[in-house]
């Protein structure tokens, strides 16, 4: 067994008010790890409510004015398959594209690596005709690297994305009323309101990143929206289990308010936050090194995209909104007003 420390030994009674001051006078790392209460995320919270509220409304109005950049899969359309061998570039394959239809393909990207290399050629719904004429024009301009042979096409119904994202709308409110209850037994229902709020940010922000930046909405992405919600509901719990370990007992003493032991909480917990999302963060990096440049862009590319941007938001949203939601919701409750009129006039007494 350890042997007790300074801390340890020290009987209630014997706390004075300067063992309740947030530790200011030591680097930033050894603050950040130490966790005792030296960043002011609570008492910040205003200018963090702007700063949030700022990113909804850019991003609410991005996706009303510019909307997604839907991928053939939501859209329709056809695509058209061919090797990529030789020296044949995509700007090569977009040129015989023009030539033949006279209009610039949607997407030409090149998938894949070694002799599994393709070019996949993305358009809208192309009538028989044309087809067989893009066909034999792109079998013909590159030959001998390419034969006609070895071009394919395909249409794309829009059918089945928009029925991954009925599917995802139906999870996505089965998973924030089984979350919503969760956490309302779990802790209470101040904080349940809380993290649903910090989630619906994620989700918003996120897909308002996508609008802004006009990266290509596919089912991946949608589905990868999913796997989101999950890692957002969990560093909240870390965040909140730990304010109400610090906050069980707060009515009973004068030491210290309600948002000054939350902003504690957060950070004691602030190093886990960022050791979780760096731990996340590196293999969705190494799936997009191996799904960019190793197999090209596809699936895995927008599956790991999504999941990059909404770790990064989910880690924002945890710290900076959650818990400071939670602190101005509990302040309208009578006990906790009266609990910090108390702490705020004892310090007066002793100040004076």
């Known amino acids: 067994m350890s042997e007790p420390t300074i801390d340890d030994k020290k009987a209630t009674t014997e706390w004075s008010d300067a063992d309740y001051v947030a530790d200011n006078n030591h680097s930033f790392l050894s603050r950040l790890y130490s966790g005792t209460g030296a960043f002011d995320v609570i ?34 359309g056809t695509q058209i398959s061919m090797p990529a061998r030789g020296s044949i ?13 006279h209009r610039a393909p949607e997407t030409v990207q090149a998938a894949g690596a070694g002799d599994a290399a393709t070019f996949q050629i993305r358009t809208e719904t192309l009538s028989r005709e044309e087809t067989g004429n893009l066909l034999h024009a792109l079998g013909t301009a590159f030959q ?28 996505l409110v089965v998973f924030l009323i089984v979350a919503f209850i969760y956490i309302a037994i779990r802790f209470d229902k101040e904080m349940s309101v809380a993290a649903m709020a910090s989630l619906v940010f ?40 730990k304010v109400e370990e610090n906050t069980r007992s707060v009515l009973v003493t004068t030491r210290r308010t309600y948002a000054e032991q939350t902003n504690l909480a957060v950070n004691q917990t602030l190093m886990r936050s960022i ?16 799904a960019v440049w190793m197999l090209g862009v596809g699936t895995l590319k927008d599956l790991a995209l999504i999941q990059l941007v909404g770790v990064v938001v989910g880690t924002y949203s945890s710290v900076f909104l959650a818990s400071p939601w939670l602190v101005s919701m509990k302040e309208r409750n009578k006990d906790i007003k009266r609990h910090n009129a108390k702490v705020m006039a004892r310090r007066e007494r002793a100040s004076a």
């Open 43 to 76: 008492g910040k919270r205003r200018m963090w409510y702007v700063i949030s509220g700022v990113m909804m409304v850019i991003c609410i109005l991005s996706i009303a004015i510019r909307g997604f950049t839907f991928g053939i899969d939501f859209e329709g």
């Open 89 to 101: 570039t995509t700007s090569d394959v977009s040129r015989v594209f023009e030539d033949t239809l």
């Open 144 to 171: 001998p690297e390419v034969m006609p042979g070895d071009v394919s096409s395909s249409d794309v119904s829009s059918t089945w994305g928009q029925e991954i994202t009925r599917k995802m709308l139906i999870a």
């Open 202 to 241: 994620d989700l918003v922000v996120t897909a308002g990143i996508y609008s802004l930046v006009g990266w290509e909405m596919t089912p991946a992405t949608v589905i990868g929206l999913l796997t989101i919600l999950g890692f957002s509901v969990y560093d909240t719990v870390v965040v909140f289990d």
């Open 275 to 290: 050791n979780t999302t760096v731990i996340s963060v590196l293999p969705i990096i190494a799936l997009m090194v191996v």
